[in-house]
């Protein structure tokens, strides 16, 4: 074994082409799904493939505050449907007017028919009371468990495997089904299951509710609000 101090540097050259287009392809056909999953079961040698590109994520002082939780029984799933439903209905309310009959005719999630449920957790006491760079910002650790679910969203990509992310519930729902203790913090419900077709744009997109923005109003030069040329 290296001795600790001595550097463990490795070459680290751009990628060649195909290896730069293809994680380009990745990012950018990368989508959210809710109606396409096929109800194939998933390889667990697949499954542990994307956990592990998860796991390299980076995280806060290297906290690696996450955990997931693979659900695959259709009872449980149903619970978590129902979960769903009922926080879904809660949030029709919040929109007004057209809005409100434009929300309803979304399908946000795809619980039931996605094959594989994964729960992505966050726990704030992993690495003990003070960690490394989330001294000042509590939060970071949930940012840190976002980094895991991107790369595992963008290695599922790869795999032909889609991901649907699943917010609308009460965490306390949730918690209950699976034994969740008080002070870890749900992140995400993915659904997970191989596709066939995935929108060319974000579903929401295609179907009217929200459009991508003008990167070039977003990134600004030196000082807030000033455009970048
Ligand atoms: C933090 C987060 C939470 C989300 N929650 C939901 C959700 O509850 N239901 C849903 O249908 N999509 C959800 N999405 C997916 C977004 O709607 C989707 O990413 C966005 O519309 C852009 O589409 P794309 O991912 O296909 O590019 C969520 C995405 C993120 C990042």
């Not at 799904?33 to 697949?46: A, K, M, Q, T």
């Not at 006491?125 to 939060?139: E, I, Q």
Request: aromatic content about 10%; some cysteine; hydrophobic content about 40%.
């Amino acid at each position: 074994m290296r001795p600790l101090n001595e550097a463990a540097l490795v070459a680290a050259s751009a990628f060649s082409e195909d290896e730069r287009a293809a994680v380009y392809h990745a990012i950018t056909t990368r989508r959210d799904v809710r109606n396409e999953f096929l109800p194939d079961p998933l390889p667990e040698d697949v499954v542990g493939r994307l956990l592990e590109a998860a796991h390299h994520a980076p995280s806060v002082g290297f906290m690696q505050p996450w955990n997931f939780i693979l659900v695959r029984d259709a009872e449980k799933r149903r619970a978590v449907w129902n979960a769903f439903d009922r926080a879904n209905r809660e949030a029709a309310l919040m929109f007004e007017g057209e809005r409100r009959d434009k929300y309803r005719s979304l399908k946000l999630e795809g619980i039931m028919t996605a094959p594989l449920g994964i729960c992505v957790t966050c726990d704030p006491t992993r690495g003990g009371s003070a960690v490394l760079g989330r001294t000042h910002n509590p939060r970071m650790d949930s940012y840190s468990t976002v980094c895991a679910i991107q790369n595992l969203w963008l290695a599922a990509r790869a795999e032909g495997i889609g991901i649907g992310w699943v917010s609308i519930y009460h965490e306390t729902d949730l918690k209950e089904i699976f034994g969740i203790p008080d002070h870890v913090e749900i992140v995400a419900w993915l659904c997970a299951g191989y596709v066939k077709e995935l929108y060319e744009e974000p579903e929401l997109a295609v179907k009217g509710w929200r459009q991508r923005l003008p990167i070039e109003e977003l990134v600004f030069a030196e000082q807030w609000g000033e455009r970048s040329r």
